[in-house]
DNA sequence: CATAAAATCGACTGATAGTCGAAAATAAAC
DNA sequence: GTTTATTTTCGACTATCAGTCGATTTTATG
């Protein structure tokens, strides 16, 4: 009972590993059952198929992301900070910078798809409860919360993905956008430039 | 030298309507030489991968869309039924509402990313001239076109994809964020709904 | 020890995108 | 009109892949 969980989690680990270096669709199941060293019949023995696999390695990878995230909501933070850090917490860590990577490589649409979709579903209850705080303290005026968090991160992901370079005009009207969108006084979203820039800086 | 042009055009127009009515991913090449009546070699003879034919097939498919936009921003119109005209223009018509729903099943993420990236490059500079004129008229007020065009349509597409269904608060939000981003005035906007709610009507 | 359940095996299937050298059709040159 | 080049067509073949299945081994249980 036991021995099953730890063989399935030591092969969602191998798996993550060549996602993330060579890409999902670039990973045949023949290599991963190699890597791990069993046979095909084991393999499907955990696994309905091979998407189901990614999502389970999807799963995995957002596990800890997420209770970062949370963490961050309930430490003793400004608002701006707040959201600040629960970005950074989703923001792919320098070791797992191949990760983003590779998301962005077209082979991996459906990956990146994945998990675009479940990080949302994720990441905007808990940047909306840091919102509503910031609405009770007057720092931003509007309602329906969740729904201008989503576009927020909507823009973001979009702009910022990493394969369409971004112009300093547009965080300029990003910054704008989201300060508007959330009813701000102009510049109380300018923290957002320490974000948007940092990971361009990198490479 | 014609014969060839031809025949590759007739294989785009096989290719289209399979990828149209079976999707890109579930459309083998065997299907289409089977239906276009060739062997193997000659489809290679004419396209270097399925892929790149995809990107034919598009390209096809986006010619037309591009002249009708272009049509209707010549044409004798106010700001805001240019913007209107533009956007239904690169709706997809009734007979091609198979498209759509094609575009939207998870296993044709790439053909849609595909379509979506080469339509925004089609459509936002379009866009932004009649935005240019509501700007000079008076009606919006920002500076940046492009970008918050390209903005908005980021938006609109990811939110009325079809696949997430929209509340009306969603709606609501997102014509008050058109209307920030661009400078306009409360109630400017309100045509969106028109643009936005009949899709879902049709099913 | 015997029986049941969980885990592993690997050969096999069916489908796929893409290759290649030969053959046929067409055009150009003489 | 015949020969030579070029374009077009052919289809058998390869390689790769996800997924199946019945047999076999290992582990737990009574």
Redesign the pocket.
Known sequence: ?K??ER?KRELLQIAYGMFVSKGYENT???EIIEAAG?????Y??YFQ???QMLEEVIGMMLEAEAEKAEAVLRADLSVPEKIVGIIASIQPEQQERTIDEALHRPENLLMHDKIRGRLFDLIVPILSRAAEDGVREGLFDCDHIPERIRMILILSSDLFDGHNPYTPAVIDVFIDATEKILGARPGTMGFIRALVRAPQDVQ
Not at 38 to 42: F, N, P, Q, V
């Open positions: 009972m021995k099953g063989r045949s199941v023949d069993i046979a095909k019949g084991t499907y023995y198929s091979k998407e």
